[in-house]
């Protein structure tokens, strides 16, 4: 039986990965494809989350379980290896386990260009067939170190994609729709499209927040820490897009009853949307929180205000008050929220903006939160504090919202 085999470290598992073997498949007459997925992958350095061998095994065998493909096998020979495997000794016990198949060994010509480097690579080529195909459009793709009277190359371009370009763009269109509910049910590989999508000082601050927002879920008893810690994880994800871009891709997704927020707050609803549309989130807590960040709104969950307020007190923020709002927020969230709310509004006032400028969710916060929270025994007291100028600046903001 005439078997191809692709090995990589499938992270992950992508359109491309399929595209490639459903063509050589016909194109060589090959009966089956095999998958084996590599234990370590060493080559991907932009990854910064470990997402285990056994993970990205069970992300394509969960796929290829959805989409019905009984022609490839997945193997985990390298994966329980738990160590580096050579091609060579994969291939030699597949060839001693299965002595009358003949083997195909798949490669792209990136890879191919190193081959020569490879252990035991004139073995290889007696144990396999070797099938090269393209992945770049220009420049030659032999290797003058390799006998290539054994070589096949496919020389049509199957599908310029690679797991770097899906997460380091965003390019989550790539992806096959199980493997994107696989990934988004587990939170995989946000923190990797986070650290690769904003300046490394974005990305500290990123970190930052959701371990705020983390132990916030925790000290207010709200169960669910990893949605915390992953909702200060991405909050910020677009933060370094465009604005053009921002405009009209928030534009075009925009929910029925919501408006357009004003430029500051457009980087929230973008990750929220991206999230929900593109990567497949469903829990729309989490969607909530991203989107809220910056205006907060009428309805603030816990969760929403737990992200609200580690974003205002996470590692990088200065100021004099910070160490003293940290240890508030960690004893009254409700209190903290509304006092960093208060003084979100008296900035954008101190930059010019009327309060009925202000975006609609935040003029509802406010009303909600700031006002009608004197009844809470801190907030009064801050409030006592400030009296004066707090009653003179807001009444009339009152009447306005009459
Ligand atoms: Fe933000
Ligand atoms: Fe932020």
Redesign the pocket.
Known sequence: MKIGILGGTFNPFHRGHLSIVKNIKKEFGLKQIWIIPTYITVDKVFLIENISAQERYKIIKYTLKKLKINWIKLLNIEVKNHNVSYTYETLLKLKEKYPDNQFYFIMGEDRYQTFHTWYKYQEIQKLANIIVYRRFISGSYHNKFIDEKFIEFYDEIIYDISSTDILQNLRWDELLEPTKKYLAKRHFYLKTIVFNNLKFKRYQHSVSVASHAKRLAKNNRYRNLKQAYFAGLV??LF?YHPRNYLIEYVSKNLKENEKLPPFPAL??YAASYWLENEYKLKDQKFLNAVKK??TAAKKMTKLDKIVYVA?KIASDRKGKKIGHERKQAYRNLNFTFAKLLKRQVEKLQDEGIKFEELDQNTKDAYLRYVLKLKSDKNIKKYYQNTKGDYENKWTSIKKINK
């Open positions: 909050h910020d933060k980087h929230g960040h910056t974003d």
